[in-house]
């Protein structure tokens, strides 16, 4: 069979096949294909008709243009029929109830560290501070230091609210730019071979334990917890979580174990997306928990610590417990 | 060859994908032009701001955010697999073994960013993409994708009425013919001169070894219509 005649004979298949793709793909250009003639049975004969069609136009060594032609067509077809459509609401269960809190558990090492990481340089800036609060002018200059005891003093009618913002919303706005930025930063800095991931940890760890330190000695520690502790349940977890992530594609690098250091790191962090998937949605919830509740100068602070006891208990709840069943 | 850069993927039904992965200059425009379209998006809602108060500041901040670290994700899940400045150069992210790009390995990609852009103006970026022969950046590596070159489409020859096939005067393997093929689909594109020239490089196929001219370069072409299929 000569090439002119393969392509007579086989024309219709891959025109027809083209069309489709072009229908799927939302394009209008070429043959129409009609939504009513249109079958997925009949895509994937057509795709592997056609792939048939290209093996065999190339075993016959028949032009590169016929060849390409095909595989051009083909490799369309492949990405159309491979696409993943994976954004469900039985996707979206799935992770909530059983993979995010599974992940957390399988990573526990990870996580563990991430939060001595986080934790013990803390509380070591919190000690040093409380005893010696002139330090804090080591770490941000005197008008920072001001503008703190500012925002965390009794008489503000709203608590951690920079003198800039005028309204609780745009603090939301401030707050997911900055703080998921900073634990988008602690999983990135992982791929330095965990370097970054720890350093992050430590730095941010180092500056919220320098600051409650701080305004404890200054006697605001009334305000000052009473803001933290309810949405500190999300944003402290969830940066340690990511922090985690950061670790374990940092270890992933470092000990590769039996596969080879690129595999190991793309395993890792195909592993670690459904851990960024909840850190992120932990975030945004906690951007609004301290914009809108956590700000809130006229709730008493007991029902401040009430909301934070159940939401700490509820958070350590959901990583300890949920998904077990399913697992 | 040596030079190519091309990389191969296997699918499940046997064929054989070829990637064109992009390199340094082609993915620095297509950022380029992101960027700039980020930038005036962020200027234009910037005008509408002003006029909302506080909650347009918020939303704004928001909007920061989400282009700074959701623009890239949302384009690539789409079906063009593209953000729009790649889409203008041509370009589209894949997983490395040819598959279209999963949501984990988009988001994964796009968030390792923050490590590429270190020390400096994306220079481990650069590093990476200058040093390996698939250009991947270090977020590239981490979640198996990569950023390749939509195929172009190849120039076709027609059957030529005005071309007599001509029987090759020796066996032709596969990349002899499509060197032939390839000549005679890139005709309407060179000068007369030129295509004699190259056509005389070829000149073996059709039995005409040293000779050349607008006659050699016809019985050239009478060859690659008989590849094609012709007889008469």
């Given at each position: ?159 951690g ?47 919220a334990?320098?600051?409650a ?11 000052f917890y009473s803001f933290v502790a309810t949405h500190s349940?999300?944003e ?54 301290e914009?809108?509740?956590s ?33 | ?232």
């Amino acid at each position: 069979m000569t090439p002119l005649q393969f392509e007579e004979l086989y024309q219709s298949d891959w025109d027809e096949l083209q069309a489709t793709l072009n229908l799927m793909l939302g394009r209008t250009a070429g043959i129409s294909v009609t939504r009513s003639t249109f079958s997925s049975a009949r895509v994937a004969t057509l795709y592997r008709r056609t792939c048939g069609h290209l093996a065999l136009a190339r075993s016959r060594c028949y032009p590169s243009y016929l060849i390409e032609r095909l595989e051009e067509l083909t490799a369309e077809a492949h990405q159309v029929i491979y696409q993943r459509r994976e954004f469900g609401r039985l996707w979206l269960k799935q992770i909530v109830a059983v993979d995010f809190p599974v992940a957390v558990r399988t990573n526990l090492f990870f996580v563990a560290v991430a939060a001595a990481v986080f934790l013990i340089p803390a509380i070591v800036t919190g000690v040093v501070m409380y005893e010696r609060p002139e330090l804090i002018l080591s770490m941000v200059s005197a008008e920072t230091a001001a503008s703190f005891q500012e925002m965390y003093s009794p008489t503000a009618d709203s608590i951690g609210r920079t003198r800039t913002a005028s309204t609780d919303w745009m603090m939301f706005g401030l707050y997911i730019r900055n703080n998921i930025g900073v634990a988008f930063q602690c999983f990135a800095g992982g791929l330095f071979a965990g370097l970054g991931a720890l350093f992050f940890l430590a730095y941010n760890g180092a500056f919220a334990g320098a600051l409650a330190g701080f305004l404890t000695e200054r006697g605001l520690s009334s305000t000052f917890y009473s803001f933290v502790a309810t949405h500190s349940a999300f944003e402290l977890t969830a940066i340690v979580l990511s922090g985690a992530a950061g670790l374990k594609i940092g270890f992933a690098l470092v000990a590769p174990g039996r596969l080879l250091r690129l595999q190991a790191l793309v395993q890792a962090t195909q592993e670690c997306a459904v851990l960024l998937y909840g850190v992120i949605v932990m975030l945004l919830v906690a951007a609004a928990v301290e914009a809108f509740w956590s700000s809130a100068a006229w709730l008493p602070a007991s029902v401040k610590y009430g909301t934070a006891a159940v939401c700490w208990t509820a958070v350590f709840a959901y990583f300890s417990m949920q998904g077990r069943r399913a697992n | 060859m040596i030079l190519d850069t091309v990389v191969t993927a296997e699918t499940p039904e046997g064929m054989v994908l070829e990637l064109r992965p992009a390199g340094l200059s082609a993915r620095f425009y297509a950022f380029a032009l992101d960027w700039a379209i980020r930038l005036a998006l962020l200027q234009a809602t910037a005008v509408t701001i002003t006029l909302m108060g506080g909650l347009g500041v918020a939303f704004w901040l928001i909007l920061i955010f989400a282009l700074e670290w959701f623009y890239p994700v949302v384009f690539e899940l789409t079906a063009a697999a593209a953000t729009p400045g790649k889409r203008v150069f041509g370009l589209k992210v894949v997983m490395d073994n040819g598959l279209p790009v999963t949501p984990a390995s988009s988001l994964s990609r796009n968030l390792l960013r923050a490590a590429d852009f270190l020390p400096f103006a994306y220079g481990f970026a650069i590093f990476s993409m200058l040093l390996r022969r698939d250009c991947k950046r270090l977020g590239d590596l981490a979640a198996a994708t990569l950023v390749v070159h939509q195929p172009r489409t190849v120039p076709r020859i027609a059957r030529d009425n005005d071309i007599l096939p001509i029987a090759p005067s020796m066996p032709l393997v596969p990349a002899h013919q499509a060197a032939v093929i390839a000549l005679a689909a890139r005709v309407p594109t060179l000068t007369a001169e030129r295509l004699d020239e190259l056509a005389a490089l070829a000149a073996k196929v059709s039995g005409d070894s040293g000779r050349s001219g607008p006659h050699v370069t016809r019985r050239v072409l009478g060859v690659a219509q008989w590849v094609l299929g012709r007889r008469s």
